[in-house]
Structures are given as structure tokens and as C-alpha cells.
């Protein structure tokens, strides 16, 4: 239960990791990403390589990403609405493929309990 929902997270928020216009939300959904993934990994039964993840990627990885976002000026980076337009129909039906496929994986693996 804990791993599937785990799971689902993970994906939910790769996804808003891409659809997000900002860089600051895109970086702290990146990091839920690799929280949830580590959290999977923790259920899963490999401890410590769940918390190896989590120091590695979030203490550090993510953390850089989060800090060199915050220094970039955003204010002078600017999207054409055009392409965000565009682009969301294909990010959309990415999304759909990435949670049928999960969906598909979840529900086909061996249950242990």
C-alpha cells in the first residue's frame, strides 16, 4: 500500500517537475521526487539504500539545483506562450502514458505481504 502510493507520488510529481513554468516549484518538486523515491526504496526493504538516496540526491543534488535556481535571475527568462501551448498536449498525454504504465506495473507485481 505504502510502496504503490510511494510509487504514484513519485510520478505525480516528475510530471509537475516538467510542467511547472517555475524553476523554484520545479526544483522542490524535484526533490519530493526524490523523497518519495526514497521512501520507496526504504518500504521496499533496502534501508540503506533509501538513505543513501536520500543524502546523496536530496542533501546534495537537489539542494545545488534549488540554490543555483534561487541565484539565477528568473525574471529575465521568459517563455514564449506559444510553445506552452503546444507543448502541453504532448506533456499531457506523456502524463497519461508514465500513470498507465505504472498503473500496469503495480498491479502486476507480485503481491508480499
Known amino acids: 500500500m505504502l510502496s504503490a502510493l510511494s510509487v504514484y507520488i513519485a510520478a505525480l510529481s516528475s510530471i509537475l517537475v516538467s510542467i511547472t513554468t517555475s524553476p523554484v516549484i520545479a526544483a522542490l518538486y524535484l526533490v519530493l521526487t526524490f523523497v518519495a523515491v526514497s521512501a520507496y526504496l526504504i ?16 542533501g546534495a543534488i537537489a539542494v545545488l539545483f534549488l540554490f543555483v535556481v534561487i541565484l539565477l535571475d528568473t525574471q529575465a527568462i521568459t517563455v514564449n506562450e506559444a510553445t506552452t501551448k503546444s507543448s502541453f498536449s504532448y506533456e499531457l498525454a506523456f502524463s497519461l502514458l508514465v500513470a498507465a504504465s505504472v498503473t500496469a506495473l503495480v498491479a502486476l507485481s507480485p503481491a508480499t505481504t
Open 43 to 58: 518500504v521496499s526493504g533496502a534501508a540503506f539504500l533509501g538513505l543513501v538516496y536520500l543524502l546523496v540526491y536530496v
